[in-house]
């Protein structure tokens, strides 16, 4: 069966420290990945996607990038937060042909 | 622009009762609907989706798409405390599949 995983849980980072997260799934092969960003109270908002490795699309214009340097593995980083990026970041996932997403069990971030 | 519009609640139903969310779109070529419950401090999981205009019934589950007025809705029967949470409408569009989501309507089932 297909898993997706999302870590950290949770992170505290100060402004200004750079950030890595990262998801992985598994049980598939050649899946759509998506990083969603959902503020305090918001709907969830589209950051980047991608439909292969190396194939990144980015939505929204920010601090942040996405990369994808193997086939199941979708990073987001940032070189320098603000305080503006805390929030819960969620990864996930679908097959061409397929439902909805699944998504991971998100990263609470939060920027001091 | 892909806009997905909720009303944002709070919905307050007793236990047993009938919960209707609603739900429009702005793109009349959208195709696949999704509706996906989130529970606070939790990621989105899907409940159902909808392809077809008319009804499709899971369970306690019924979502409803008509096409023509740009609106899909869920209706939960049976209504139960567990089902309270956030209930997130969903509209792809494009190549990759990108999901744009309306911002949600808070469901609250008192017991």
Same mark, same amino acid.
Not at chain 1, 6 to 27: I, M
Not at chain 1, 64 to 92: E, N, T, V
Not at chain 2, 40 to 68: C, H, V, W
């Given at each position: 069966?297909?898993?997706?995983?999302?870590?950290?849980?949770?992170?505290?980072?100060?402004?200004?420290?750079?950030?890595?997260?990262?998801?992985?799934?598994?049980?598939?092969?050649?899946?759509?990945?998506?990083?969603?960003?959902?503020?305090?109270?918001?709907?969830?908002?589209?950051?980047?996607?991608?439909?292969?490795i190396g194939q990144i699309s980015s939505e929204v214009p920010q601090n942040l990038s996405a990369s994808r340097p193997q086939d199941r593995q979708f990073i987001?980083?940032?070189?320098?937060?603000?305080?503006?990026?805390?929030?819960?970041?969620?990864?996930?996932?679908?097959?061409?042909?397929?439902?909805?997403?699944?998504?991971?069990?998100?990263?609470?971030?939060?920027?001091? | 622009?892909?806009?997905?519009? %909720?009303? &944002? /609640?709070?919905?307050?139903?007793?236990?047993?009762? *009938?919960? =209707?969310?609603?739900?429009?779109?702005?793109? +009349?070529?959208?195709?696949?609907?999704?509706?996906?419950? %989130?529970? &606070? /401090?939790?990621?989105?999981?899907?409940?159902?989706? *909808?392809? =077809?205009?008319?009804?499709?019934?899971?369970? +306690?589950?019924?979502?409803?798409?008509?096409?023509?007025? %740009?609106?899909?809705?869920?209706?939960?029967?049976?209504?139960?405390?567990?089902? =309270?949470?956030?209930?997130?409408?969903?509209?792809?569009?494009?190549?990759?599949?990108?999901?744009?989501?309306?911002?949600?309507?808070?469901?609250?089932?008192?017991?």
């Amino acid at each position: 069966s297909q898993t997706i995983h999302q870590w950290p849980a949770t992170l505290v980072q100060p402004v200004g420290s750079p950030l890595s997260l990262e998801c992985t799934v598994e049980g598939t092969s050649n899946p759509n990945l998506y990083w969603y960003r959902q503020a305090a109270g918001r709907g969830l908002q589209l950051l980047f996607y991608s439909v292969g490795i190396g194939q990144i699309s980015s939505e929204v214009p920010q601090n942040l990038s996405a990369s994808r340097p193997q086939d199941r593995q979708f990073i987001l980083s940032s070189k320098k937060l603000l305080l503006s990026d805390s929030g819960f970041y969620l990864c996930a996932w679908t097959v061409v042909g397929g439902g909805g997403y699944t998504f991971g069990s998100g990263t609470r971030l939060t920027v001091v | 622009q892909k806009e997905v519009e %909720q009303n &944002s /609640g709070p919905l307050s139903v007793p236990e047993g009762a *009938i919960a =209707s969310l609603n739900c429009t779109y702005s793109d +009349r070529g959208s195709q696949s609907f999704f509706w996906y419950r %989130q529970y &606070s /401090g939790k990621s989105p999981e899907l409940i159902m989706f *909808i392809y =077809s205009n008319g009804d499709k019934e899971d369970g +306690r589950f019924t979502a409803q798409l008509n096409k023509a007025s %740009q609106y899909v809705s869920l209706l939960i029967r049976d209504s139960q405390p567990s089902d =309270s949470a956030t209930y997130l409408c969903a509209v792809i569009w494009g190549s990759a599949r990108q999901l744009t989501f309306g911002s949600g309507t808070q469901l609250t089932v008192l017991p």
